[in-house]
């Protein structure tokens, strides 16, 4: 794998399907990383253009810095070629969130996730982009990428549109974009009016519309699961409604442990259904509605 260029990309070009990689962990809680570089391989060998690290789905709030590290290292003596993966940061103190970047960029990640820091609520727009501004001034020797993550319902603090632009103008090619899962369209819009940044979307059913308005691809925890007709709704902005239903489903159970549970039913393995505490494993009965959901779902692909 190594020697490719696939994960590159810049403003305007398409980035394509980035998997918002899961993250396993073995009866210990510690991370799996043999299942994991599994996984992360067949989807960079399928329909994925690269694999996120340490996201939303990854649960990479519940990872600490020498795990992020040891990952990292793994990834690198298996030769994943790194400018096929990302990394999320998740960190509220700028240099904490320093100290995750650092790292990624040193092992070769050129590509940066990077939400607004979420302890303290009601935040001005100055006091956001004085956080990010501090963030890049101390990576930025590095040459980084950073996509600005915007998921307010997990932060509970908005990106505003104002200072992404700040952004932009203030520190270039450091702010590649944004990466906007808050499921809300119209803001979903509002960002896709930026022609000089690169827009993703992390809610799969708005992902084909997005596509055809110029956005550039997702990163998507689903993909974990169903790359293929996500990579399809990336490259043709085609609607998948068979998708949408699928994602409407899933949505009313806590998402993380569900698509973990999915990559378990996929893969065989239910050692993929461990998930850290505050989260909790999907219950018996919900896995069972799943797998009928996968099912159904694989009876009317085939069709």
Request: hydrophobic residues 45%.
């Amino acid at each position: 794998m190594a020697g490719t260029n696939r994960g590159a990309h810049a403003p305007g070009e398409k980035f394509g399907l980035s998997a918002a990689l899961t993250t396993p962990f073995a009866r210990d809680m510690s991370i799996d990383t043999g299942r994991m570089l599994a996984h992360a391989k067949d989807l960079l060998e399928g329909s994925c253009a690269s694999v996120t690290l340490f996201g939303t789905t990854g649960e990479g709030a519940s990872l600490c810095e020498r795990e992020r590290i040891a990952v990292l290292d793994a990834f690198a003596a298996a030769h994943v070629d790194s400018t096929r993966l990302l990394a999320g940061i998740s960190a509220t103190a700028v240099e904490q969130a320093a100290e995750q970047a650092s790292a990624a960029l040193e092992a070769g990640v050129q590509t940066l996730l990077v939400p607004p820091p979420f302890y303290f609520k009601d935040l001005s727009d100055e006091g956001l982009f004085a956080w990010y501004a501090g963030l890049f001034e101390r990576i930025g020797r590095h040459g980084p990428r950073v996509l600005l993550y915007h998921i307010p319902q997990v932060t509970a603090v908005a990106l505003p549109l104002a200072v992404v632009q700040r952004l932009k103008q203030g520190y270039g090619e450091i702010v590649l974009g944004v990466k906007d899962s808050g499921g809300h369209w119209p803001t979903t819009e509002s960002f896709l009016g930026e022609s000089d940044l690169t827009i993703l979307v992390g809610d799969e059913r708005h992902l084909a519309r997005a596509v055809r308005l110029g956005g550039a691809g997702a990163i998507s925890g689903m993909a974990n699961v169903f790359p293929r007709e996500l990579a399809a709704l990336v490259e043709t902005g085609q609607d998948n409604d068979r998708l949408s239903r699928l994602v409407d489903s899933l949505v009313k159970l806590p998402i993380i442990p569900a698509i973990k549970s999915l990559v378990g039913l996929r893969r065989r393995d239910e050692n993929w259904n461990r998930v850290r505490p505050p989260l909790a494993s999907v219950a018996a009965a919900d896995c069972a509605m799943l797998d009928r959901l996968m099912r159904d779902f694989e009876q009317t692909r085939a069709v």
